[in-house]
């Protein structure tokens, strides 16, 4: 049968699983009341990143007694920023289950240098056993492993009265899946994910329990300023109504501020992680019905709806699957019919799209004969 090119292309055929598509509707003019060529501490500006704060507490629903500050350096800076902070008054337990969580792994056992760590892994498309986790121990994790479509299904393993801190990479969850804020000490993300906002930017979100142990166990190490969160055993909590540590771009602020508008205006929380799950789940019906690709995670309970990640069902050459990978990635791309949509590079071959709520549904549909367009386009 002749392999014909679909007629309809996704209206925005933006995947990425991040930077990841920006609002429907989106355009430059919506940056147009931007507080540009200003300080940021004048009131016009402060006021912005007080509302920028405000807003994403009432979008995230994040509880009133815990702290928000946006900070420097995307996600990577808050998880640093925390890491650096707090690790190393007790044991650590280090969660990892693909590439970002190995990566903290890496920053506390080689930079950190941390003696008491436990490290548990699992591989891509599996989680570990979380039953190992010691609760008297302080614990990373990222809630949702980018790279493998992989999430926690719930925070039941971490223990209600721990005696250490959770810290918790949630940067390709908040927005999209819940957050069991009793559970969390620090959370943290970055504007360019599930709101499709911009990058360079993170938050920290802390729990008056991350408060006390930053107050109580300074940081046994240097800090660089950009790093630190305290001064003389207090919290600098002016960092958390918006009097950032150096100086934020004021137009990636009035970007966040329209992406939250949107997702009020969508319905809040609720109706976000309904988007997710609606173009997961349609992009699980296209999956189930194509024959050549799998979930990486077989698990329906840990399986992603933000960064839905697939392998090719035939596993029997890595290297000719990679470079099918490339070449499926490199012909939608060309067609305009799809951006970004191969697999991380560490992840086994296969191709990774994106479903959060800034993505439609419509949009996931009409990419599904595309794939396999592309898949047969591509054979030998
Ligand atoms: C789970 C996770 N952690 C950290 C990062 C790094 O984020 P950023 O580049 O925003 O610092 C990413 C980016 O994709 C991620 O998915």
Not at 8 to 20: E, K, Q
Not at 141 to 162: C, E, H, L
Request: glycine fraction near 8%.
């Amino acid at each position: 049968m002749a392999n014909t090119m679909p007629g309809v292309r996704p209206a925005v055929p933006h995947f990425s699983s991040g930077p990841c598509a920006k609002r429907p509707g989106w355009t430059l003019q919506a940056l147009k009341d931007a507080f540009l060529g200003r300080s940021h501490r004048a009131k016009g500006g402060k006021g912005k990143l007080k509302r920028a704060i405000e807003e994403t507490r009432a979008v995230l629903e994040v509880p009133a007694d815990f702290l928000i500050g946006i900070v420097p350096a995307s996600d990577t800076g808050a998880m640093e920023m925390a890491m650096w902070s707090m690790l190393g008054a007790r044991p650590v337990t280090m969660i990892a289950w693909e590439s970002f969580g190995e990566g903290w792994v890496t920053d506390v056992a080689k930079q950190l240098k941390l003696k008491d760590v436990t490290t548990i892994k699992a591989l891509y498309g599996k989680l570990p056993d979380l039953s190992k986790v010691d609760p008297k121990s302080d614990i990373v994790f990222t809630w949702n492993g980018t790279t493998s479509g992989v999430r926690v299904p719930n925070a039941d393993w971490i223990a209600a009265d721990r005696d250490g801190v959770t810290i918790c990479d949630a940067t390709s969850a908040a927005f999209a899946q819940p957050l069991n804020w009793a559970k969390l000490d620090v959370v943290t993300f970055s504007w360019q994910k599930a709101l499709g906002g911009e990058a360079a930017h993170g938050m920290l979100v802390l729990s008056p329990r991350a408060v006390e142990r930053l107050e109580r166990d300074p940081a046994p190490r240097p800090l660089p300023k950009i790093f630190r969160l305290t001064k003389g055993g207090k919290l600098i909590d002016g960092i958390f109504r918006g009097e950032t540590i150096n100086t934020p771009s004021m137009l990636c602020v009035e970007d966040w501020l329209f992406a939250l508008d949107w997702a009020e205006q969508a319905g809040g929380l609720d109706a976000l992680i309904a988007r997710a799950d609606a173009n997961a789940a349609a992009l699980d019906r296209w999956a189930q019905g194509a024959g050549w690709i799998e979930h990486l995670a077989k698990d329906p309970a840990i399986r992603s709806n933000t960064s839905v990640s697939l392998q090719f069902a035939d596993r029997a050459d890595e290297d000719a699957n990679r470079a099918r990978q490339k070449a499926i990635a490199k012909l939608l791309e060309a067609e305009d019919a799809a951006y970004d949509v191969a697999a991380y590079r560490d992840a086994p071959p296969g191709l990774r799209i994106w479903c959060g709520a800034t993505v439609e549904t419509a949009d996931i549909e009409a990419l599904g004969p595309w794939l396999n367009y592309a898949w047969e386009a591509t054979r030998g």
